[in-house]
């Protein structure tokens, strides 16, 4: 369902933008959908750090706010991630899904941020 691409290992200070595609959901269930980026980090659980609405409407996690980016793309059934100043805290698998988590889950994609 969820195909997510992007990560890669950067510098502190560095950026990065994250991909998802959705390529099996059919498009009047994505445009309407609010969709989120996840990350999860080595030992920890699962966060959710931003999330947008069909109407293009942000919200984002404490730890992110002003530093990442959340957009989409209707046309191409995509959601991005641009992340700015990463941070090495910012190190994780970063997944996408809709706000609820009840999509199945893709791969992820990593992201390193080194000191």
């Known amino acids: 369902h969820l195909v997510e691409s992007g990560g890669d290992l950067v510098q502190a200070g560095g950026s990065l933008r994250l991909s998802c595609k959705a390529p099996?959901?059919?498009?009047?269930?994505?445009?309407?959908?609010?969709m989120g980026w996840y990350r999860q980090a080595s030992g920890k659980q699962r966060e959710l750090v931003a999330t947008?609405?069909?109407?293009?409407?942000?919200k984002y996690a404490e730890s992110v706010r002003g530093r990442f980016t959340i957009s989409r793309d209707n046309s191409r059934k995509t959601v991005y991630l641009q992340m700015n100043s990463l941070k090495p805290e910012d190190t994780a698998v970063y997944y996408c899904?809709?706000?609820?988590?009840?999509?199945?889950w893709g791969q992820g994609t990593q992201v390193t941020v080194a000191s």
């Open positions: 947008i609405t069909g109407d293009r409407s942000t």
């Open positions: 099996r959901m059919i498009t009047s269930t994505f445009n309407p959908a609010i």
């Open positions: 899904n809709r706000d609820d988590g009840e999509l199945p």
